[in-house]
């Protein structure tokens, strides 16, 4: 019904940037809130940053002033730019999006991306 692809996740070094893109396909009428998550090894998945229909934005207090989420409404699609990577960034990342469909509300998740960051 509703398919959420990620890409852009990878190994870079402490200090390097990585783009993560997540197109949303399927039945959609309109898609509200997007977001980012992530899950490293042994914790529960947080939230990263989220961004409104409205482009307001909200951000984890860890990657504040290090990442930004933007959307393009024509594409369906959000993104992650993430800037001056640190280790403890390393998970997997997950987008979200709460949306509505043809057959009414629906909120959908990605498959998840790697990112892994060296020091």
């Known amino acids: 019904q509703v398919q959420l692809v990620e890409s852009g996740g990878g190994l870079v070094q402490a200090g390097g940037s990585l783009r993560l893109s997540c197109k949303a396909s399927?039945?959609?009428?309109?898609?509200?809130?997007m977001g980012w998550y992530r899950q490293a090894p042994g914790n529960e998945r947080e939230l990263v940053a989220a961004?409104?229909?409205?482009?307001?934005?909200n951000y984890a207090d860890s990657v504040k002033g290090r990442f930004t989420i933007s959307r393009d409404n024509a594409k369906n699609t959000v993104y992650l730019q993430m800037n001056s990577l640190k280790p403890e960034d390393t998970a997997i990342y997950y987008c979200?999006?709460?949306?509505?469909?043809?057959?009414?509300?629906?909120?959908?998740w990605g498959q998840g991306t790697q990112v892994t960051v060296s020091s």
């Open positions: 979200h999006a709460d949306l509505l469909t043809a057959r009414g509300p629906y909120a959908s």
């Open positions: 961004i409104t229909s409205g482009r307001t934005t």
């Open positions: 399927g039945t959609i009428v309109r898609i509200n809130a």
